[in-house]
């Protein structure tokens, strides 16, 4: 069964270390959009009648700068369209400043019973530096209207390796969100993207960045931290509870089927992977006047996507399934990639069993250059 994606490309503000599509001060076009969002709802369903979908996920940009009027309507409306399986994970991302009690007991009626809520850090310095518009109170706050309002299944986005943190601080931050007992975190280290304001800022030799000593410690900080508390470490940057692991997220990482709407949405169908016009003005003027918003379109051949699917999958600690690979492309990993195979498990990147082919801790610590030689 497939997923769903939904973009919402609006924010309150621009965050300097975003590449994401994503646009803040376009209030004007909320209700347009999501009335483009419907209407391609139903085209989408019509060209792809699917089995009902396992998973729903609205995701950014910041879905919750919508009313909850508006986000209830979006879901109500797709899941009737495309149904849902009967246990199916809906998730929302969303910021501590546009979610209350009103808009949460909504999203709640609608079906939503996954909630992801982007925090980055429990410092208020770092949250100032991060150009974000809440403080550690207000995440704190937010995670207890969502408890309030029946939410179950909680998780919190942090981010390490911030401009001027410490280990110390990193430390913190993960005792605060523990403290509050998500049922899963999502830890990102800072990456620099071209093309943002961050980016920049390096360029001039204006970011002050950690260390790779420093991110060790705060990667050890959070192994030790998570594992205390009764997280499991499921994928390089996540980790759950168990039974609470996101859903959505591993059919990407198994490179499963998913359907995508929204300006910017990328979507991947019967291993063709579409991609939607990003400016979200240009997305309702072609819905509206009947044009396709598809932006680019890319149909791998087999043997790229078996790469793809060993590379998104070694993100997941259990590794890729050697069964499945062989069921859905009738290759191995063994005797597809040899002797880079042998080199990369000789330096005690991977390891191979009979089932499974993953990255081992050393492994983790370079996996940029691990999959770089398996693409």
Same mark, same amino acid.
């Given at each position: 069964?497939?997923?769903?994606?939904?973009?919402?490309?609006?924010?309150?503000?621009?965050?300097?270390?975003?590449?994401?599509?994503?646009?803040?001060?376009?209030?004007?076009?909320?209700?347009?959009?999501?009335?483009?969002?419907?209407?391609?709802?139903?085209?989408?369903?019509?060209?792809?009648?699917?089995?009902?979908?396992?998973?729903?996920?609205?995701?950014?940009?910041?879905?919750?700068?919508?009313?909850?009027?508006?986000?209830?309507?979006?879901?109500?409306?797709?899941?009737?369209?495309?149904?849902?399986?009967?246990?199916?994970?809906?998730?929302?991302? =969303?910021?501590?400043?546009?979610?209350?009690?009103?808009?949460?007991?909504?999203?709640?009626?609608?079906?939503?019973?996954?909630?992801?809520?982007?925090?980055?850090?429990?410092?208020?310095?770092?949250?100032?530096?991060?150009?974000?518009?809440?403080?550690?109170?207000?995440?704190?706050?937010?995670?207890?209207?969502?408890?309030?309002?029946?939410?179950?299944?909680?998780?919190?986005?942090?981010?390490?390796?911030?401009?001027?943190?410490?280990?110390?601080?990193?430390?913190?931050?993960?005792?605060?969100?523990?403290?509050?007992?998500?049922?899963?975190?999502?830890?990102?280290?800072?990456?620099?993207?071209?093309?943002?304001?961050?980016?920049?800022?390096?360029?001039?030799?204006?970011?002050?960045?950690?260390?790779?000593?420093?991110?060790?410690?705060?990667?050890?900080?959070?192994?030790?931290?998570?594992?205390?508390?009764?997280?499991?470490?499921?994928?390089?940057?996540?980790?759950?509870?168990?039974?609470?692991?996101?859903?959505?997220?591993?059919?990407?990482?198994?490179?499963?089927?998913?359907?995508?709407?929204?300006?910017?949405?990328?979507?991947?169908?019967?291993?063709?992977?579409?991609?939607?016009?990003?400016?979200?003005?240009?997305?309702?003027?072609?819905?509206?006047?009947?044009?396709?918003?598809?932006?680019?379109?890319?149909?791998?051949?087999?043997?790229?996507?078996?790469?793809?699917?060993?590379?998104?999958?070694?993100?997941?600690?259990?590794?890729?399934?050697?069964?499945?690979?062989?069921?859905?492309?009738?290759?191995?990993?063994?005797?597809?990639?040899?002797?880079?195979?042998?080199?990369?498990?000789?330096?005690?990147?991977?390891?191979?069993?009979?089932?499974?082919?993953?990255?081992?801790?050393?492994?983790?610590?370079?996996?940029?250059?691990?999959? =770089?030689?398996?693409?």
């Amino acid at each position: 069964m497939p997923s769903l994606y939904i973009h919402i490309p609006f924010c309150l503000s621009k965050c300097p270390y975003c590449s994401f599509i994503s646009y803040a001060g376009l209030n004007g076009l909320h209700q347009r959009y999501v009335d483009a969002l419907l209407r391609e709802a139903e085209e989408l369903c019509r060209s792809h009648p699917v089995a009902p979908l396992s998973t729903l996920f609205l995701g950014g940009g910041t879905p919750t700068i919508l009313s909850g009027e508006a986000l209830a309507e979006i879901i109500t409306a797709c899941t009737g369209f495309f149904g849902l399986d009967h246990d199916a994970e809906i998730s929302i991302e =969303a910021n501590p400043r546009t979610i209350d009690a009103k808009k949460l007991s909504l999203l709640r009626a609608s079906g939503v019973n996954r909630l992801s809520i982007g925090v980055q850090s429990f410092q208020d310095q770092e949250l100032r530096l991060l150009g974000r518009p809440h403080d550690a109170e207000d995440a704190a706050h937010a995670l207890c209207l969502a408890r309030n309002e029946g939410f179950t299944n909680i998780s919190l986005d942090l981010m390490y390796g911030l401009p001027g943190q410490t280990p110390g601080s990193w430390r913190n931050t993960l005792e605060r969100a523990l403290s509050l007992e998500p049922s899963h975190l999502s830890l990102y280290e800072l990456t620099i993207e071209q093309g943002t304001s961050y980016f920049q800022q390096q360029e001039q030799g204006l970011l002050q960045l950690p260390d790779d000593e420093a991110i060790a410690d705060m990667d050890l900080i959070t192994a030790t931290l998570c594992r205390e508390a009764g997280l499991a470490h499921y994928e390089i940057s996540n980790y759950a509870r168990p039974g609470f692991e996101c859903r959505h997220n591993v059919n990407y990482w198994q490179n499963g089927p998913y359907l995508a709407l929204g300006a910017g949405a990328v979507g991947c169908m019967d291993g063709c992977r579409q991609q939607k016009i990003n400016d979200p003005l240009r997305y309702c003027e072609h819905i509206e006047s009947g044009q396709s918003v598809i932006m680019e379109e890319e149909c791998l051949e087999p043997a790229a996507s078996f790469r793809e699917t060993v590379v998104m999958g070694l993100r997941m600690l259990c590794g890729v399934s050697r069964e499945n690979l062989q069921s859905r492309y009738g290759l191995d990993v063994a005797g597809y990639y040899e002797e880079t195979l042998v080199h990369l498990i000789d330096q005690g990147m991977l390891e191979l069993t009979t089932r499974h082919l993953r990255l081992t801790a050393r492994g983790r610590m370079f996996a940029n250059q691990v999959m =770089a030689e398996l693409v």
